[in-house]
């Protein structure tokens, strides 16, 4: 990993909640990145992910933003959450206001984020210069827009990652040569982890195992999904009230005994490691969540040759999408931009898996290369002339 350019740390006046903000890198005084909260946070995870963004936007085609992440150690379920995640913000502001432009991640809602965001009088943090450039205040109102219109039911804000892993999955699998009505597991059922079901339904993969943070539901047949989202509480729990007959309960922690093809983690880091990383029965996995899979986990796949789709290649989709709209690359239309980054992950993993096979690599070792960001500048800050001393 390489140094990040900056790291904020933040202690809470209230509770005993600790916070990071971290930029990897600066594109054009901008980056971006999401702010996640659990009780697991820590630093290091924090300037991993920031990583991970920057690379990101290098496979987005973004030509204007760099990679950061905020990361808040404390409980997303408690009552307090949010005025925690308030705190936090506030803390962040004066970085906010000039260019970190941070959105929603694990244990946090975007809409949350704005709402704070526009209670201190910021729309979507932008550089100085942005803020007094037409083009992207209008790109700006474009994807507020978007934010509210729905896809297959779902908030478009809420399909744009997973469906990208889908179209990621989908492109790999064939890559592969691999059977029609691949067996597919997910590990986690929020935003990402419930539409990337879905999109992989609609694509004729069947669902056989999906796990939330309180249990493993299975069903050799496949799993009824639209069904199961229907009835899944805010912080992506499914109900076990609503599960047919032929549906199998287990502990969350089994999800890799269940035998598939294709293994999806859209929930934690590190879920795949050295202590389980033998046991993982797909021969392809893609990494929805950021860093799922930890660095003792990643030389054992590696070493059984299971090929991955690494995260900042599968999981674009929210990134691209709003780069491409509030800088005008994409008609703000749902359909537009779902195609654009079902064209975006397919041709990112046509050419990564080309790669990799023509040499005889590993995959992540290859999207390093490929993808590795090579911009960073500085913050943009524009100090207001100073009126007294001119005078
Ligand atoms: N939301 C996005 O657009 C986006 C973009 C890129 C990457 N990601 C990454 O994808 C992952 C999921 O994000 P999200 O927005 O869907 O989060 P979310 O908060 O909406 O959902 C998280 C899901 O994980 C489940 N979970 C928690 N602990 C679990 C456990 N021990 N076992 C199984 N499931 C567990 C929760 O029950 C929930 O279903 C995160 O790693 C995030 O960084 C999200």
Partial sequence: MSKPYLVVEWNDTETDAQGWLVVHNFVKGYTGGGTRMHPSVTKEEVERLAEAMAY?????ESETTGGCKAGISYDYKAPDAYDVLRRFLIAMMPYIDNGVSLGSDLGTKYE???????????DIPLTQSMKKDP????GIKDYDDLLTKRIDGLLVNDVVTGYGVAFSADEAWKFKNGKEGAKVVIQGFGCVGASCALK???LGYKIVGISDANLLVT???????????DHKNVYGEMDKDYFED???????????????????PCALEDVINAANAEDV????????????ISAEGDEIIKRRGIDIVNDFVANLGAVRAYDAVIFGLVEADPQAVINDIERLCRKNVFRLFTEAKEQNRYQRDVAHEIFK??????????AEPQKAAAQ
């Fill in 200 to 202: 992989l339904s609609q």
């Fill in 219 to 229: 069903c050799e047949d496949g799993l009824d999904v639209q069904k199961l989202i």
């Fill in 373 to 382: 960001p090579v911009k960073s500048d500085l913050m943009e800050y524009r």
């Fill in 135 to 138: 083009a992207v205040l209008q």
């Fill in 112 to 122: 949350h984020v704005l709402e704070i965001f526009h209670e201190f009088g910021v």
């Fill in 281 to 292: 029965k797909a021969s392809l996995i893609v990494e929805a969540a950021n860093i799922p």
């Fill in 56 to 60: 990101k936007y290098v496979a987005s």
């Fill in 246 to 264: 032929n549906y199998e309960v287990r502990p969350n922690t089994d999800w890799l005994d269940v035998d598939c093809d294709i293994l999806i």
